[in-house]
Antibody, heavy 119, light 107 residues
Framework: QVQLQESGPGLVKPSETLSLTCTVS??????????WVWLRQPAGKELEYIGR???????NYNPSLKSRVSISGDTSKNQFSLRLSSVTAADTAVYYC???????????WGQGTLVTVSS | EIVVTQSPATLSVSPGERPTLSCRAS??????LAWYQQRPGQAPRLLIY???TRATGIPGRFSGSGSGTEFTLSISGLESEDFAVYFC?????????FGQGTKLEIK
């Protein structure tokens, strides 16, 4: 059973960089035909895809966030991470990590972590 | 970007009924559509992918249909645990996008 767990600061100041890590157990981020993904959900709004990293290390980012986003993987720790720079209050959301098969549906999700952008 | 719209926003039904939830895409997504269930305080759970294929462990009372731009999720024999928010996702074109969700509530 694959399990994912997000970790990182719950409070980030405006203009700073949001950094989250997703720790994966029960599966390897460097094997199989999977994408490891980051999404977010502002309160009362729909889910938004932030980006994804393939087992090969290649990445895709949502064009709306591309200039501020970076996703990387650490195979030695079986973790992948999200960095979102120059945050504003609009980046306040519950952030989820997950696993996507065939590049589409997300079959495993982390529990989500609330990140608030505020001074 | 493909816009995904769900209706209704809220659906009030009684246990045992068979609700139908709708999902519409602004452009054809062929059969690249998934449905998720989200209970309060929990992460989403994949129910159906490729329009009508149930994910592992999902009971047969959940069924999906449609193609192109119009899709539906039906739940036969609604149980108490099914009262949740349901949303659809297209994965035809990047960035993949989600609908705003339909909340299924007890009448």
């Amino acid at each position: 059973q694959v399990q994912l767990q997000e970790s990182g600061p719950g409070l980030v100041k405006p203009s700073e960089t949001l950094s989250l890590t997703c720790t994966v157990s029960g599966g390897s981020i460097s094997s199989g035909s999977y994408y490891w993904v980051w999404l977010r959900q502002p309160a009362g709004k729909e889910l938004e895809y932030i980006g994804r990293i393939y087992t090969s290390g290649s990445t895709n980012y949502n064009p709306s966030l591309k200039s501020r986003v970076s996703i990387s993987g650490d195979t030695s720790k079986n973790q992948f991470s999200l960095r979102l720079s120059s945050v504003t209050a609009a980046d306040t959301a519950v952030y989820y990590c997950g696993r996507s098969f065939f590049g589409g549906p997300i079959d495993y999700w982390g529990q989500g972590t609330l990140v608030t952008v505020s001074s | 970007e493909i816009v995904v719209t769900q209706s209704p926003a809220t659906l009030s039904v009684s246990p045992g009924e068979r609700p139908t939830l709708s999902c519409r895409a602004s452009h054809s997504v062929d059969t690249y559509l998934a449905w998720y269930q989200q209970r309060p305080g929990q992460a989403p759970r994949l129910l159906i992918y490729d329009v009508s294929t149930r994910a592992t462990g999902i009971p047969g009372r959940f069924s999906g249909s449609g193609s192109g731009t119009e899709f539906t999720l039906s739940i036969s024999g609604l149980e108490s645990e099914d009262f949740a928010v349901y949303f659809c996702q297209q994965y035809k074109k990047w960035p993949y996008t989600f609908g705003q969700g339909t909340k299924l509530e007890i009448k």
